[in-house]
């Protein structure tokens, strides 16, 4: 991308709030993934259901909460600072808002599904039916960490840094309000 990114101790507060979930979320993707590579090994154990049911525990919390905060206080005015200095599509209709919003709905939609299918799997009889299920499981609990880490990836280090240069001490505060 062709933005300088601005250093962490230089970005405002509310900013640096933000980032700071995301190592949190970071450390459970970590654990998360770690979880369906041993699933391969080791199969479903009681310590493995205990890890998924806590990374979705954790989703559900953290993440969902994480999200709202970045769409209701700080992508609305980021959206509209991006639109008035044209860091926005050639027909004017998308911002990179446009697509952490995506990414968000389609994290939710992931989660959901994996959620799901690893639930499912204790409803099924059919072995064959089950690693089947648990494949699909795995591949969209796969899916879900690689897409939540690119997303990470373009706040930290694209986005928030446009956020810094766009949006002024004052405004941030009226965020936080």
Do not use: C, W
Request: glycine fraction near 4%; charged fraction near 30%.
């Amino acid at each position: 991308p062709a933005i300088d990114r601005i250093d962490y101790d230089k970005m405002d507060p509310f900013l640096k709030e933000l980032i700071d979930d995301h190592e949190l979320l970071v450390e459970q993707l970590n654990i998360f993934e770690k979880t369906l590579l041993s699933i391969m090994d080791e199969g479903i154990t009681k310590e493995i259901k205990e890890r998924i049911r806590d990374f979705f525990e954790f989703f559900d919390h953290e993440f969902i909460n994480h999200n709202r905060k970045e769409e209701s206080q700080l992508f609305p005015k980021l959206k509209q600072k991006l639109l008035e200095t044209g860091e926005h599509s050639t027909d004017g209709t998308q911002t990179p808002v446009d697509i952490l919003l995506a990414d968000h709905i389609e994290a939710l939609q992931l989660a959901a599904v994996s959620f799901n299918l690893f639930g499912l799997i204790t409803k099924i009889d059919d072995n064959n039916s089950k690693l089947v299920i648990l494949d699909l499981a795995i591949e969209q609990g796969k899916a879900l960490v690689e897409l939540l880490r690119v997303h990470i990836f373009r706040e930290d280090n694209i986005v928030f840094s446009l956020a810094q240069k766009l949006i002024s001490k004052d405004e941030f505060k009226n965020l936080k309000g």
